[in-house]
Structures are given as structure tokens and as C-alpha cells.
């Protein structure tokens, strides 16, 4: 008789450091809300309300990752950030429908559970869903030996929001003459990675030792909720776009409605210093723009006359300006002109 035992955590999987890691989510999540703990997280599924003041509820989803932005991540061995990004990169797409967050849930696998790791990753999950003003209601962490390299993982989120059917954005709404309003983004955000890493390999710079680079590549991406919702409840957009890959033109024209065309002059966007560095570096300025969202996270299509009243609702930082118009054509969106990287 073979006396050889076979355990679960012999093969690599330790179910008494997942549970603490469940239990510490449960708690940790339920004492940023006053609560001594969620009932929700740890179950087989998750319960939420579904707003009653909302007419003619409809429910919009979404689901992202962060992509190779946790290779960064993992170089720096710094993971408090990585977890609004993921908040951010889904419902920064729901707001483009008009939807309000309402719930998230997170999947994580990683090839060994590290509960110090794994808690700095909720923690800015938790972050990202206090800024969008949702709740984290449960989620999956599956430890997966063989399957990752030692220290590698990876997360994805999901995202679920309500819009009354008509509150819906759409490109209907769009109307000749309407201004294109750029919304800062907070840096790369969490598009271009694998382009990034190529580059600083080709280049052989280690980013462990550049102060710079350290600070950008993991500023957390800006999540717009806030002050979208905030324009969508007082009537003041007709429509929007979350720039992420693909850049500005793959991700306006998605929006702009047949036989009409978005104008965009170049030459007005203001691009942060990361933007420069790598344009500096040499990468050209077709594939800076199809790429990264070049300073420009989230567009707004907008009346002229709302311009100044949108303006109050974004911080100093995040001030909305226009970049340009909606006009008659065939071409979805035309881009004018060249970005100043220098300015």
C-alpha cells in the first residue's frame, strides 16, 4: 500500500490562508461602512437593491482588467494602487451609458496565496469602490499553482450600474455644433503597459532606480464617476467617452453617430510629463495616439452654453476644456494638427 499522503496543500493550495483572506475582505470592507461585518461577501452569491427612484430601471455591466500594469506592479513589489485601477477601468465605462455604480465583485488568481499582497490589492479595490460610490459585494480568489510563475497573479472586476431607460446616453443626443470637452486624465492609467515594459527593456532602464518612473507608472487611474453623475443629474451632457485603448480616435468614434464627425484639434490637449518621456523616447506620434489616452481620460460632448457650469464640478486638477467639435462628415472622427509633447 502506497503510505504516501496526499493533501490539497502539499499540491500548492492552502484553503485556511484563503479563508483569512475572505474574512479579513468581509471585515475590512464592512468597517469602512460602519458595520461589524458584510453578510454578502463569503456566501455563493451576492444580494443588492436595486434603487426605487429610478423609472424604468435598466442595468448595465461591465468587466475589465488591469492589464500588464501588474508587471509593474510586481517589479516595484507595491500593490495598493493596482486595485483602483481595476475599480476604475469598468466603471469608468459604465457612466459612459449613464449608469450609476451600484456593485463590484473582483476575481483574483494568483499562483500562491500572499495575504500581504492580496490585502494591499482589496484595500485599493475598497478605495476605488468609495470613490464610485458602490459597494464591493463579493468576488473570487482562486490560487492556481503550475499555472502561474512564482509572485505572478492577475485580477479582473465586474461591474454592475442602473440608468432609467430615459436617462440613457446615446448617440442620438449628439447634435451638429456640439463642443468635444477633454477631462484630464491622472496619468498612462492602465492602457499601454506591454508597450511601456517593451520599451524600458529595449532600453535596459530599471525602473527600481528612476524616482520618476517609479511615481507614474502606478498612479492610480482616475476614476470620473463622481462628477459625471454629477453633469448626467443636472442634464448637462448629451453624450461621453471613456478613453482607454485605442486611444482618442478608436474610442470617440464609438459615440459619434452616421454622418456626423468629430473635429478634435491636437494641438490644444495638454499632456502630462509621462506622455513626453515616452514620445521622447521614441515612439511616434501615430502610435502615442492610438495607444495611450495622451492626457485625455474621459470626453465629454457637450451644448457651448453648458460650458461653464460643467466647469464647476471637476477640481482645479481635472478641469474640463475643449478640444473640439462636432460637425457634418462621413469621417467619424478627424484628428487636426499635432500635439505639442513639449509644452
Not at 500500500?1 to 470592507?29: L, P, R, W
Not at 454578502?40 to 429610478?54: A, D, E, R, V
Not at 527600481?208 to 511615481?215: G, M, Y
Request: aromatic share 8%; proline share 3%; hydrophobic share 35%.
Amino acid at each position: 500500500m502506497n503510505k504516501k499522503k496526499f493533501t490539497y496543500k502539499k499540491s500548492g493550495v492552502n484553503i485556511k490562508a484563503a479563508d483569512k483572506f475572505v474574512n479579513f475582505i468581509s471585515t475590512f470592507s464592512a468597517k469602512k461602512r460602519g458595520k461589524k461585518k458584510f453578510s454578502n461577501i463569503g456566501g455563493f452569491g451576492s444580494i443588492t437593491n436595486i434603487p426605487g427612484n429610478i423609472k424604468q430601471p435598466r442595468i448595465v455591466a461591465c468587466t475589465d482588467g488591469v492589464g500588464t500594469k501588474i508587471e509593474i506592479a510586481n517589479t516595484l513589489n507595491k500593490f495598493d494602487t493596482i486595485g483602483i485601477d481595476l475599480v476604475a477601468m469598468s466603471v469608468n465605462d459604465l457612466i459612459v451609458q449613464g449608469a450609476k455604480p451600484l456593485l463590484f465583485l473582483d476575481y483574483i488568481s494568483i499562483n500562491k496565496i500572499d495575504l500581504k499582497k492580496l490585502k494591499a490589492i482589496i484595500k485599493g479595490i475598497n478605495k476605488g469602490c468609495n470613490q464610485s460610490e458602490c459597494e464591493l459585494v463579493g468576488g473570487e480568489t482562486a490560487e492556481m499553482p503550475g499555472t502561474y510563475e512564482k509572485g505572478k497573479f492577475d485580477i479582473a472586476g465586474f461591474a454592475v450600474g442602473v440608468v432609467g431607460k430615459n436617462r440613457i446616453l446615446n448617440k442620438n443626443k449628439i447634435k451638429k455644433n456640439n463642443l468635444i470637452v477633454a477631462i484630464p486624465s491622472s496619468g498612462l492609467h492602465s492602457n499601454g503597459y506591454s508597450l511601456v515594459r517593451y520599451l524600458l527593456k529595449q532600453k535596459k532602464i530599471n525602473i527600481k532606480k528612476n524616482n520618476f518612473l517609479k511615481s507614474e507608472l502606478l498612479k492610480p487611474t482616475k476614476i470620473y464617476v463622481k462628477e459625471i453623475m454629477n453633469l448626467i443629474n443636472n442634464n448637462l451632457i448629451n453624450s461621453c467617452a471613456n478613453i482607454t485603448g485605442g486611444g482618442l480616435s478608436d474610442n470617440i468614434k464609438r459615440v459619434i453617430p452616421d454622418k456626423l464627425s468629430a473635429h478634435i484639434s491636437l494641438d490644444k490637449i495638454k499632456t502630462p510629463k509621462i506622455f513626453n518621456w515616452l514620445k521622447k523616447s521614441g515612439i511616434s506620434d501615430k502610435e502615442m495616439l492610438k495607444t495611450f489616452n495622451c492626457g485625455v481620460g474621459f470626453c465629454l460632448i457637450v451644448e457651448s452654453r453648458n460650458l461653464k457650469k460643467i466647469s464647476k464640478f471637476f477640481s482645479k486638477k481635472y478641469k474640463p476644456y475643449v478640444i473640439g467639435k462636432i460637425l457634418n462628415g462621413k469621417n467619424k472622427v478627424k484628428l487636426n494638427g499635432s500635439i505639442n509633447w513639449y509644452q
